[in-house]
């Protein structure tokens, strides 16, 4: 058994030899800690892009589900009617989705129907389009907020297949980005007519999608169901598959920041596992004294273990901190990359994570060493005496 | 009175087949209880290796070692810790106290690693202890800070922590200046006359035998009772009739001196030595060649 007594002056030692031993104790916590917050930042940040990249789909995937053709714009738009009035379903809403460029810039055009433009955003300054209107966009606020474009501004809109680059008045400027980020990565979004849309594509008539929103009543298989007997060549699309689609895609990302957390973790563990070993090689001598006087194996691996104990803490909580400030840091640049808006998600179970695998991962790293430390013979104490 | 350590019959070899040499050979000793055995050797002698045997630290190729009644040889290592932990003390020529710990906790820690004691109760005795060697004032001092002479008492002071039947010492004047050394001297004289402490010490220190109650002498691995005066004279006198009948050594001494005498004439030719240098010691290297032909 393990006393009180022995871990009292298995801490005198262990306290000891960290202040004795500063510069090489400091960078082994340090050696932990970087490995920690690699791997707590990384969960954060995945875990917040997660969540963020999933109340995006919540709110541009409008519908439960939504019917989409085999090429860039081939579904007549005739059929939203028909849709319409099949068994189960409450509204469906054609949509063009179009890749071109604003003001020379790469962008992600959206063609939508006035009246269904309160599903897809708010303005946070100017209005909405209206019916009949034409040659109108709403612009995403952070690209607004870059190129300086205000409501009344004029913007020339270019489709990527295109060759004519059309005029357009800026009526509202709203937060599209938030809404719609987690389909792209293109950094400018902007809302247009859906007759634009069409015209900017040359497919008057024809949309990209049309979503579907189910009564509230019915069950979305059945739904599902009832579109295909309607449409049996149709693909319909549910809103868990795009989110499925993006988390498995969020999936490959976390799994080659995993390898960057790997290095780090292995960093840890040499870093821990050369201290430890530098210590033991060090006391050596001091270790053969206290087998000597009475030390048993047991109470030299308590000793050691200790000390990677200690350094596992240290480095643990100095590694969530850490952690915590880079996945702000990198929530920041994700946000001013246009890439994804998120808030950061602080789950108490990733720092408990981060701490305790730092923990694990010192007393792993020192077993070869601690082992090394109790074979050490007492005999040894008279060796160059 | 009852012997505290007992060793019967005992070898040590090192080294396998022909290479294997015999350190210590066929030993039978004995440390009563209440003695201080001082065991005088030169280097090489064997002395530290009966130490390490006798005291548990390494176990005999041969033979029994006795601590009480109980049969050392025939314990495993946690059962030797245990003993050594209880009934044992040791001083080292080079102090080996814990670096990181204060004179006071280097004299706590035999205690709380025996499991005999709670921290506060073994706290307690190391002061006392300390007080006994005169260094209570210095507990809370690392070793860094304390003289030769200190650390070596507060290595006494851990060695008589548990109360042990036998302290040994190896060289434990080895590393001090001749005050210090008295210090230590006088404070292992005064434990084993005032306290009956029993010692076993190891050492080529002539002085440590004015304190001992017994000594005894160890040369090539032999255990004598009286100095065995006659061993290196006797030694001296083969080694030397070796030496003058060895072809190969004058041989190398001839060719030295050649060599020697053909760099002098380089040296004078080139003008690098002056003449007449270099004519002195040309001469001596004659002598030095006929001497050694004399000889053969």
Redesign the interface.
């Given at each position: 058994m393990i006393?009180?007594?022995?871990l009292?002056?298995s801490l005198?030692?262990v306290l000891?030899?960290i202040r004795?031993r500063k510069f090489i104790s400091m960078l082994a916590v340090l050696a932990i800690a970087c490995g920690v917050a690699a791997l707590v930042s990384l969960r954060i940040v995945s875990a917040s892009a997660r969540a963020a990249a999933g109340g995006v789909i919540e709110q541009v995937f409008v519908g439960e589900l939504a019917i989409y053709g085999e090429g860039l714009c081939d579904i007549p738009e005739f059929i939203v009617h028909e849709v319409e009035d099949a068994p189960g379903v409450d509204r469906a809403i054609p949509m063009v989705f179009v890749t071109g460029y604003m003001e020379g810039v790469m962008a992600f055009i959206f063609g939508v129907k006035p009246e269904d433009l309160d599903y897809i955003l708010e303005c946070k300054v100017g209005r909405k389009f209206a019916d009949g209107e034409e040659n109108v966009v709403i612009v995403d606020e952070l690209f607004a907020e870059r190129r300086n474009i205000s409501v009344g501004d004029t913007v020339f809109l270019k489709s990527q297949i295109g060759s004519i680059a059309y005029p357009f008045k800026v009526v509202g400027i709203a937060n599209i980005g938030m809404k719609l980020q987690g389909l792209s990565a293109f950094s400018t979004y902007v809302v247009i007519p859906l007759k634009d849309a069409q015209k900017l594509i040359d497919k008057d008539g024809f949309v990209t999608m049309v979503m579907i929103i189910a009564d509230k009543e019915w069950d979305t298989d059945q739904v599902e169901e009832n579109l295909k007997t309607l449409y049996p060549n149709a693909n319909i699309l549910r809103r868990e598959e795009v989110l499925g689609a993006i988390t498995q895609i969020i999936s490959v990302i976390d799994g080659l920041l995993s390898a960057v957390t790997i290095i780090g973790v292995a960093v840890a563990v040499f870093g821990t596992s050369n201290t430890i070993m530098s210590s033991v090689r060090e006391h050596a001598?001091?270790i053969a004294?206290?087998?000597?006087?009475?030390?048993?194996?047991r109470?030299v691996v308590v000793m050691f273990m200790l000390e990677a104990t200690i350094f596992g803490a240290a480095g643990g909580a100095l590694g969530s901190l850490l952690g915590v400030v880079l996945a702000e840091l990198l929530r920041r640049y994700i946000e001013s990359s246009g890439i994804l808006t998120m808030s950061l998600k602080l789950d108490p179970l990733v720092i408990a994570l981060g701490f305790t695998s730092s923990i694990a991962v010192s007393i792993l790293s020192s077993i070869y060493p601690v082992l090394k430390a109790s074979r050490v013979?007492?005999?040894e104490?008279?060796k160059?005496? | 009175m009852s012997s505290v350590l007992r060793l019967v019959n005992v070898w040590k070899f090192y080294g396998y087949g022909d290479k294997r040499v015999a350190v210590l050979k066929n030993i039978n000793f004995k440390v009563e209880a209440g003695e201080l055995v001082v065991v005088m050797g030169p280097s090489g002698s064997g002395k530290s290796t009966l130490l390490s045997i006798a005291s548990t630290l390494d176990k005999p190729s041969m033979g029994s070692v006795y601590i009480g009644d109980v049969n050392v040889t025939e314990l495993n290592e946690e059962e030797l810790t245990a003993l050594r932990s209880r009934k044992l003390g040791f001083v080292f020529q080079t102090y080996n106290l814990i670096r990181n710990f204060t004179a006071l906790e280097n004299v706590t820690a035999p205690m709380i690693l025996s499991g005999l004691y709670a921290v506060d109760e073994a706290r307690s005795r190391a002061l006392e202890l300390l007080s006994l060697v005169g260094l209570r004032e210095h507990y809370s001092k690392f070793p860094s800070q304390l003289s030769g002479g200190q650390q070596q008492r507060v290595a006494i002071a851990r060695a008589l922590a548990n109360d042990p039947e036998i302290v040994f010492m190896d060289e434990p004047t080895g590393n001090l200046d001749t005050r210090s050394s008295a210090k230590v001297i006088s404070l292992v004289k005064w434990l084993n006359e005032v306290y009956g402490q029993t010692f076993l010490i190891v050492t080529h220190n002539l002085e440590l035998t004015e304190i001992a109650t017994r000594v005894v002498y160890i040369r090539d691995g032999i255990l004598y009772e009286n100095p065995p005066r006659d061993l290196l004279s006797s030694k001296l006198s083969e080694e030397l009739t070796r030496i003058r009948k060895s072809d190969i050594m004058k041989k190398a001494q001839l060719n030295l001196l050649k060599t020697r005498a053909q760099s002098l004439r380089r040296l004078m030719i080139e003008g690098i030595l002056p003449r007449n240098e270099a004519e002195k010691e040309v001469v001596r290297i004659k002598q030095a060649i006929r001497r050694l032909q004399k000889t053969a």
């Open positions: 006393t009180m007594s022995l009292w002056l005198r030692f000891r030899d004795f001598r001091e004294v206290l087998r000597a006087i009475g030390a048993k194996s109470d013979k007492p005999l104490v008279l160059n005496e | -």
